[in-house]
C-alpha cells in the first residue's frame, strides 16, 4: 500500500498549561525555556541534549535522499508551486522546538526565555542574543512579528485558520516580542512557539505570495548550495550557525550536505535506491516491502532492511467523498460505497496481512472512541441528540468487514437497498436516478501504485451498477484539484498529533468547508461537528481534551464522511550501510526527518 502524502504538514508535538521560565546570560549556548501540559517538561533547566541524539555524532560526509514529485519553489509556505524537500526542516527554524520522546512539550530554540501572562491572554518571548540569519544579521522580534504577519496575510490560507485567535504580535524591545490572545485557549502560546521565522530582507518590497526563487534568509543549519527545478536540490551546512552548540541541536545535523534527488516515478525512485544512487528510504507499500526489497545487496547486508517500530498517532486515510458534490450529500449513497470496500481481502491479497483498518480518526493512540461514550461524552452529546444518529450513544462505529460471518455478498446486498432508498435503481445496464442520470465517480489518484487497490474496489462497485473511474495525475495538478476540491472521490489521509488542536479547523470545521487550500477535503459544514472540534481546542485540561476528541470521533465515523483504509504500527525503512545511528529510538517521529537530523557519516 502506498500512504498518502500530507497536503499540509499539522503534525506537532504540543500544548500547554504550566510553563516552566529559566533565563539566560548572552553568550550560552543551552535553551531555557520550556513548556508541557500538565506535567514538569521531560527535560530540566540546562539539560545536555536530547536522549534520543549522540552528542558526540561526527560531522562529516554527505546523505542523499530520494523524494516523489518535483518542485518549482524555494518559498515552502505559499499556497503557490510546489516547494522544494527539506526547507521547512532545514533553514527555517521556530521559537521553541518539540522533542520527540514526549507527547506536548517544547524547549527554546531562538527564543531563551518564554513567559505566559497570568490571565493567559498573551505570551512573551526573549529572542536568544546569539540568534543570527544565514547573511550574519541578528534574529530581531520585528523579524519574528513581521514573519507572523507575513504568513498570516499572505502566505498559505491554512496559517489564517490556524493562527485565527492570535490577534497580533508586538515588539515589545529589539528582542522581545508578545503574542495577543482573542480568548484563553491552552495551545495558543505554543502554536505562537511554532511560528517560522524568517528575515524581513528577505521578502524585502516583493509580493511574499509570489515568491519563489529568492534565497531564504533564515536561521537554520543549511543553506541552499544548488539545484536544478524538478530534478535536485543540495543543501550545504552553514559554517557560521549559530545554534550548533544549543542543547536542542547538539548531536543533530551532522551532515555536511544534504541532496533531495526528485523522481516522477515510485518504482524508478525504488530501483534507483538499489542503484546507490540515494542513501535511505521509507517504504509505504507493502507489496514492494514484501517482495522488493530482496537480493544480494541485502543478503550481504550492503543495504539494512529493518522496521522501526513508533508510537505516532496514525490518524485516519481513506477515500474521500466530496460533500460539495451533489450525489455525496446523501448519507446513503456515502455508506453504500463504504460497504463496497473489502479490506480483508486487499490484506490478505493485496497487502502480505502488514494493516490494520482504520476505525478511528485517531487511530493507535488512546484518543481513538471505545465502548459506549462515558459520562463526560455523553454530557457533551446530549444537546446534539436530535441531530445525531441513536446508534451514536450506543457504541462506536464499525466499519464494514468481510471477516466470517460477514462476506462481501452480504454487504453488497446491503449497500443495494441502501441505494435503492436513495433513489438509485438498476437501468439500462447502470445504476440511475429517475432522471434517467448514471451513478458515475470519478478518482484521482497521486501514485500510480494505488492503483491495484482501487481497481477491485471499483470491480465491486460495478457489482452494484455504479461507474468508476480513477486515474493517476502529475503531482502539480493533483495539488491544484486538492486545493481548489476540483474531484468526486481522492486518496487522502489526516494525520494527528498526540495533543490535536487548532488544527481541525483546516480540517473539520465549516470556516475551512470553502477555503481554497484547506484541508477540509469533504467540505463538512456541521454544527456538531463546530462545537466538538471548539470543545477540543478549549479544554482545559488534558482529561477534558481527550473527553472532546473522543466525542468529535463518534460523530465524525458516524457521518461517514470517508471510506476507511488502514494503518501500520511501525516504519518500514531500508538504507545503505555507511550510517552511524543513536541507540535510542524517539517515540513520535517521521524516520526521514529524524534519520537526517540524528545520524552521521560511519562510513564513506
Do not use: C
Not at 82 to 90: I, K, R, V
Not at 94 to 101: A, E, F
Amino acid at each position: 500500500m502506498t500512504r498518502v502524502l500530507y497536503l499540509f504538514d499539522f503534525i506537532r508535538i504540543f500544548s500547554s498549561v504550566a510553563v516552566l521560565l529559566l533565563t539566560l546570560g548572552t553568550g550560552q549556548a543551552t535553551a531555557a525555556a520550556a513548556q508541557a501540559m500538565g506535567y514538569e517538561p521531560k527535560y530540566p533547566d540546562g539539560f545536555a541534549h536530547f536522549d534520543y541524539v549522540n552528542p558526540e555524532a561526527p560531522r562529516s560526509g554527505k546523505l542523499d535522499l530520494g523524494v516523489f514529485g518535483s518542485f518549482d519553489s524555494l518559498n515552502p509556505y505559499t499556497l503557490k508551486g510546489q516547494a522544494a524537500a527539506g526547507l521547512g526542516q532545514l533553514m527555517f527554524e521556530t521559537l521553541m522546538v518539540s522533542s520527540l520522546d514526549e507527547p506536548f512539550s517544547q524547549y527554546g530554540l531562538l527564543a531563551d526565555e518564554v513567559e505566559l501572562a497570568e490571565d493567559k491572554l498573551s505570551v512573551t518571548y526573549h529572542l536568544n542574543p546569539e540568534a543570527r540569519f544565514n547573511d550574519g544579521s541578528p534574529v530581531l522580534a520585528e523579524d519574528v512579528v513581521f514573519s507572523f504577519e507575513t504568513l498570516r496575510d499572505e502566505g498559505h490560507p491554512q496559517y489564517r485558520i490556524y493562527w485565527s485567535d492570535i490577534t497580533g504580535a508586538s515588539a515589545v524591545d529589539a528582542r522581545t516580542v508578545r503574542f495577543d490572545f482573542a480568548r484563553v485557549n491552552p495551545e495558543l502560546h505554543l502554536i505562537a512557539g511554532q511560528i517560522p521565522v524568517f528575515s524581513r530582507n528577505w521578502v524585502g518590497d516583493n509580493a511574499f505570495g509570489r515568491m519563489a526563487l529568492e534565497q531564504p534568509v533564515t536561521s537554520g543549519p543549511y543553506l541552499i548550495e544548488k539545484y536544478e527545478l524538478g530534478k535536485y536540490i543540495t543543501y550545504r551546512r552553514n559554517p557560521d550557525y549559530w545554534g550548533k552548540e544549543l542543547n536542542v541541536r547538539r548531536g543533530m545535523f551532522n551532515f555536511e550536505r544534504i541532496t533531495y534527488k526528485f523522481y516522477r516515478d515510485f518504482t524508478v525512485m525504488l530501483e534507483g535506491f538499489k542503484a546507490g544512487e540515494f542513501d535511505f528510504i521509507h517504504e509505504y507499500n507493502s507489496k514492494k516491502w514484501a517482495r522488493d526489497y530482496i537480493g544480494p545487496k541485502f543478503r550481504s547486508g550492503e543495504i539494512i532492511k529493518q522496521e522501526l517500530p513508533h508510537s505516532n498517532n496514525a490518524g485516519m486515510q481513506g477515500f474521500i467523498f466530496n460533500l460539495r458534490r451533489p450525489l455525496f450529500q446523501d448519507i446513503r449513497v456515502r455508506q453504500a460505497l463504504t460497504l463496497a470496500l473489502d479490506f480483508e481481502w486487499s490484506n490478505r491479497n493485496l497487502f502480505y496481512n502488514q494493516y490494520e483498518r482504520n476505525d478511528s480518526y485517531f487511530s493507535n493512540s488512546e484518543l481513538a472512541a471505545r465502548g459506549k461514550p462515558d459520562e463526560a461524552e455523553r454530557k457533551l452529546l446530549e444537546p446534539f441528540r436530535d441531530r445525531l444518529p441513536p446508534e451514536l450513544f450506543e457504541g462506536p462505529w464499525q466499519p464494514p468487514s468481510t471477516a466470517l460471518p460477514g462476506s462481501l455478498r452480504e454487504n453488497l446486498r446491503q449497500a443495494r437497498a441502501l441505494l435503492q432508498e436513495a433513489g438509485w435503481g438498476y437501468r439500462d445496464g447502470a445504476l440511475r436516478n429517475d432522471r434517467g442520470e448514471p451513478l458515475q465517480i470519478s478518482i484521482i489518484l497521486r501514485q500510480k501504485g494505488f492503483e491495484r487497490i482501487v481497481a477491485p474496489f471499483a470491480r465491486n462497485l460495478a457489482k452494484l451498477g455504479v461507474i468508476v473511474e480513477y486515474r493517476t495525475v502529475d503531482s502539480a495538478l493533483y495539488q491544484r484539484r486538492m486545493d481548489t476540491f476540483d474531484f468526486d472521490m481522492v486518496v487522502a489521509g489526516f494525520g494527528q498529533s498526540q495533543s490535536p488542536g487548532n488544527e481541525l479547523m483546516s480540517m473539520f470545521h465549516s470556516s475551512s468547508a470553502d477555503k481554497e487550500g484547506s484541508f477540509n477535503l469533504m467540505g463538512i459544514s456541521d454544527p456538531v461537528v463546530d462545537a466538538l472540534v471548539e470543545e477540543v481546542i478549549y479544554a482545559e485540561d488534558r482529561e477534558a481534551l481527550v473527553t472532546a476528541v473522543h466525542a468529535l470521533d463518534r460523530v465524525l465515523l458516524y457521518g461517514n464522511y470517508l471510506i476507511p483504509h488502514w494503518y501500520i504500527g511501525n516504519h518500514r525503512v531500508a538504507w545503505w550501510d555507511r550510517f552511524g545511528r543513536p541507540q535510542t529510538l524517539p517515540l513520535y517521529y517521521d524516520p526521514v526527518n529524524w534519520m537526517l537530523a540524528t545520524w552521521w557519516v560511519e562510513k564513506n
